[in-house]
């Protein structure tokens, strides 16, 4: 029962069925929960479906007593292998950008936000969005929006104030104040870029496109269980990544052909109950559902194929 509002908590089936659960989380710290080791890291086991992605329920109902309650929910022998985190997220970035060229665009969540890494892109000329760390300390330059319009609630140039961050990124920024729409809710996320040019629209839907990469991992990992893999082998692995990337393409490729209305976990489990059934598969698509969908997932053309792999 979650503590605060006497509601139950779903858990999978098959992590209550389990003999016991390894939880792998990494050594690190929570700017809402402070330190939580493991315990934090069973968030990832209560379904998005019920709680929105990523668990906003559950975060709004109070994220300590959510953790507590997803701990004490689970009366298993348990145990936690914990990662040292040696390599911090914002360093691994550095790797990743290495190749990037002047006009090119990286978005970046605010986890990654290294001021010494930004000034580097924006002295090579790549532009970058990124969301602005709650502690951040700055004053404003130069207002660009007297008043709200539409979504935009501030649009502003600053500067660092911090003296160490002010080395690290001696130029202005750019800080946004948007709502942005995130599981059927608007809510006011502050974004940074290093571009002056771009509506500020612009900046809040590219942050908002990055979501998709995020429902991406999800659906491959929960939907189509990408987290257990059948061998141990690098080469195994790779091969039923491989065969989930494939069972993703051809449903984004159904859904478009069906005008797929529906959730992408919907649309998995209706193809799945009538693989072995003579039915025409994209005519039952378009003809399920009598009392509407949640609208989650219209199916498009551009979902039939991986970028990068056409």
């Known amino acids: ?39 934090k890291n069973l968030f990832g086991t209560v379904p998005g479906s019920l709680y929105g992605w990523p668990k906003n329920a559950l975060h709004w109902a109070g994220i300590d007593g959510s953790i507590l309650d997803i701990n004490s929910s689970l009366p298993l022998p348990r ?10 997220d ?3 970035a550095r790797k990743v950008c290495a190749g990037l060229r ?41 207002r660009r929006l007297n008043k709200p319009e539409g979504n935009i609630l501030r649009d502003e140039e600053i500067e660092l104030t911090v003296p160490s961050s002010r080395a690290e990124y001696p130029k202005r920024l750019r800080r946004i ?13 502050v974004f940074l870029t290093n571009n002056f040019q771009w ?21 491959i990992r929960q939907t189509l269980q990408l987290a257990d893999f059948l061998g ?33 976990v919907r649309l998995w489990a209706v193809t799945r109950s009538a ?6 598969l994209v005519g039952l698509l378009r003809g399920y559902g009598t009392a509407g969908g949640d609208f989650r997932m219209l199916g498009q053309p551009e979902q039939g194929y991986l970028p990068g792999f056409g």
């Not at 139950?8 to 390894?22: G, K, N, Q, T, Y």
Request: glycine residues 4%; without cysteine; aromatic residues 12%.
């Open 1 to 39: 029962m979650l503590a605060d509002t006497a509601r139950e908590i779903a858990l999978p089936v098959e992590l209550l069925r389990s003999d016991f659960v390894i939880s792998m989380p990494k050594l690190k710290t929570h700017h809402w929960a402070g330190v939580t080791l493991a315990m």
């Open 79 to 88: 145990f936690a292998i914990v990662d040292t985190a040696r390599h911090a």
């Open 90 to 92: 914002a360093k691994r």
């Open 102 to 142: 002047a006009g090119e665009i990286v978005i970046f969540d605010k986890a990654y936000v290294d001021f010494t890494h930004l000034s580097e892109l924006s002295g090579r000329g790549v532009w970058w969005v990124s969301r602005a760390k709650d502690n951040l300390q700055y004053q404003v330059v130069q």
């Open 177 to 189: 104040v948007a709502r942005v729409a995130l599981d059927g809710q608007e809510v006011e996320m």
């Open 199 to 219: 509506a500020a629209s612009s900046v809040a839907a590219l942050y908002k496109a990055r979501w998709q990469i995020e429902v991406f991992f999800k659906q």
């Open 232 to 264: 141990n082998s690098a080469n195994a692995a790779r091969w039923q990544v491989w065969m989930a990337l494939l069972v993703h393409v051809l449903l984004g490729f159904l859904a478009a052909q069906s005008q797929w209305w529906h959730s992408f």
């Open 275 to 280: 693989l072995w059934l003579k039915l025409e």
